[in-house]
């Protein structure tokens, strides 16, 4: 053909091409169902993002184009740029930032594993890689939040790419492209380095320090592009990996294991068996890892790309594994050297064994990706022995299907929060505080649910202090509802209420005034009687003629040399002879009340109070209560065969 032909007929692209497009564009539209679906809160992390993303829209929008560079949230800004152009886009949302997330960098990372696998084993590999990296369990879930990860896995594997594609630095040209995809992968997110430091070493070592200008130009473009941050945050980088120094183990046995521990060593094992890829896909990494050390010792030939994906996948865990703190999310940057590791086996092996191999892949990846996105189902594990039950990487257990995800499996309407806050606002709330009790639930982040009162046109206060909310402020609370409360104004899937509080909450719950748009009037109040807590918490203070008895009995118990009084608490049940009204005044009278009551291991010198109806037959009690009932004094051990009754 010659070129003048060429203009007139285009090549048309690939199968393989055609097929990687389809997945992508099936993957975002996934994503994009999936957001439509779900009206649970974000996550923590997810919706520190988001706030990120707007905090970033803010400061562009205000003329302070500076801001994303100069402040420093622990994290490089590049995500969180991406989420805020997409802000002035579509809006304040967690649905705005999410597709632009995918839009951005599902294309990238998909491109980006077919290009590595096509290099190293053919396109047909590059298929089987792209679609892999696509629907390990990890990567859908974390799709369908606003997270760093992903893009900092489709900026790794850009790096890869183009590292990979320079031929060891000498295609110039090429290595520019690799400085700018690694610059921008550390602007991501400041691990990217673990990630690419393994392939990097070996490239270089297998001759890639010989093409020196490649590499020149590869390190100057990454530099220019990240350096100047680092640079300038510094000081708050060094605290960070300061805090992650040191061997023994954190608070958290399971997030922060002691490094050289068989725990240490092991939790992303388990955390790829279980969580990340599942046993079928790992399956497929160990088929591929044999057989890639088995044809690098065979074939040592500068076409072979098996060393430095090995090196680089090698490199990837031995550097997260050393970082003190663990999280199941931090491995997947990795997915690119594990994605062409698994399947590239695949197309080197022989028809008998590809096909049926394609076909159990295809079914797994099908299985995973819907499993993960629609929530289908329940996880299959197989237990090993001594695996504990309450280990959340499910240690010592090999888990076969998942639709768990990480953090979201399939979508879940688990109150709508956005309705409730949009109808808060119409009946005239400014401002709400997030009862910071109720934060700790993992679907009612304080984050998350800034987010959408955001989104909702609500302000959240600056400081938390709900004392001195406003009769246009509400304190938004999570209470399991108990016979005789009022209906909350949304409820979340475990059967938690979700209740709106009118100004002040710093009272007993049941007697707040709440305010909710679908109830009907919208601001209400407990109607049932209040309960006895709700009481005592109002009127702690047990009024007379009552409180004079109780303080001269227990001051002529004093008297007498009673060093000490217990409370028999069935019977301290009502206003009148209630706990805390007792201890308050056997304070008064310099008698110490224990903590709990053990009647068992009161002492000769020490008295029980207890109420009970007189009875003619019995003991004379030392006082009357309002209701008819008596006040008795017990010395000593009141579950004997004949208690000693007394009465100073």
Not at 142 to 147: A, G, S
Not at 311 to 324: A, H, K, N, Q
Not at 402 to 419: C, H, I, N, Q, T
Not at 440 to 467: D, E, M
């Amino acid at each position: 053909m010659t070129p003048d032909s060429a203009l007139h007929h285009p090549r048309k692209p690939s199968r393989e091409a055609l097929l990687l497009l389809a997945a992508v564009i099936a993957f975002i539209a996934m994503t994009v169902w999936w957001l439509t679906q779900d009206t649970s809160v974000q996550p923590s992390d997810s919706g520190l993002h988001t706030l990120l993303a707007f905090g970033i829209h803010d400061q562009l929008a205000s003329g302070n184009l500076t801001g994303w560079f100069t402040e420093f949230n622990t994290y490089p800004p590049l995500a969180h740029i991406v989420g805020a152009i997409a802000v002035f886009i579509a809006g304040k949302s967690p649905m705005a930032v999410i597709i632009a997330i995918n839009v951005v960098f599902v294309p990238l990372f998909a491109v980006s594993c077919y290009g590595v696998g096509a290099l190293a084993y053919g396109r047909l590999c590059g298929l089987l890689a792209a679609l892999f990296a696509l629907c390990t369990p990890i990567f859908v879930s974390q799709m369908h939040m606003f997270m760093v990860d992903p893009p900092e896995a489709a900026m790794v594997a850009a790096s890869v790419w183009a590292i990979l594609a320079s031929r060891r630095f000498e295609r110039v040209g090429v290595a520019a492209l690799g400085g700018v995809a690694v610059g921008l992968a550390m602007m991501t997110k400041s691990t990217s380095v673990v990630f690419l430091a393994g392939l990097v070493v070996v490239v270089l070592a297998r001759g890639g320090w010989r093409h020196w200008r490649g590499l020149l130009v590869f390190v100057a473009i990454a530099a220019a592009i990240a350096l100047p941050w680092y640079l300038y945050h510094r000081h708050q980088l060094n605290s960070l990996v300061e805090g992650q120094g040191g061997t023994g183990a954190a608070p958290s046995e399971e997030g922060s294991p002691p490094l050289f521990s068989h725990r240490g060593l092991l939790w992303y094992f388990w955390a790829s068996v279980n969580i990340q890829l599942l046993a079928p896909l790992m399956l497929f990494l160990a088929v591929g890892l044999v057989g890639t050390i088995v044809d690098c010792v065979r074939r040592w030939t500068p076409e072979n790309l098996g060393p430095e994906l090995l090196g680089g996948l090698f490199i990837s865990w031995l550097g997260i594994t050393l970082i003190r703190h663990k999280d199941v999310r931090f491995m997947l940057p990795a997915l690119v050297y594990v994605a062409v590791l698994a399947t590239g086996w695949i197309v080197l092996a022989k028809p008998r064994v590809r096909i049926p191999a394609i076909a159990v892949l295809a079914v797994v990846l099908a299985a995973d990706f819907f499993g993960v996105s629609i929530g289908i189902g329940h996880a299959v594990r197989v237990s090993l022995s001594s695996a504990s039950a309450n280990s959340g990487l499910h240690r010592k257990q090999i888990t076969l299907y998942s639709p768990e995800g990480y953090v979201r499996g399939g979508p879940e309407r688990d109150g709508d929060m956005l309705a409730m806050f949009r109808g808060l606002k119409n009946l005239g709330i400014k401002a709400i505080t997030i009862d910071a009790g109720s934060a700790t639930n993992v679907n009612f982040s304080t984050y998350g649910l800034t987010v959408r009162a955001i989104q909702a046109g609500i302000t959240p206060t600056p400081v938390y202090n709900p004392a001195a909310l406003g009769p246009h402020e509400a304190f938004i609370v999570l209470h399991a509802p108990q016979p005789g409360d009022p209906p909350p104004c949304e409820k979340l899937e475990e059967g938690i209420g979700v209740y709106a509080e009118l100004g002040n909450p710093v009272k007993p719950f049941e007697t707040y005034t709440l305010i909710c748009p679908t109830h009907n009037p919208a601001i209400y109040h407990r109607t049932a009687p209040l309960s006895l807590e709700a009481l005592i918490q109002i009127h702690p203070e047990i009024d007379e003629p009552t409180h004079a008895m109780l303080l001269n009995v227990m001051l002529a118990l004093h008297r007498q040399g009673v060093v000490a009084v217990q409370i028999d608490r069935a019977s301290a049940d009502t206003v009148f002879f209630q706990p805390t009204g007792i201890e308050r005044i056997a304070a008064l009278a310099a008698l110490p009340v224990p903590s709990t009551y053990d009647p068992q291991t009161v002492g000769p010198n020490e008295a029980v109070l207890l109420r009970q109806s007189p009875s003619p037959a019995g003991p004379r009690p030392c006082g009357r209560f309002p209701d008819g009932t008596g006040l008795y004094v017990i010395l000593g051990n009141p579950t004997v065969a004949h208690p000693h009754y007394v009465c100073p």
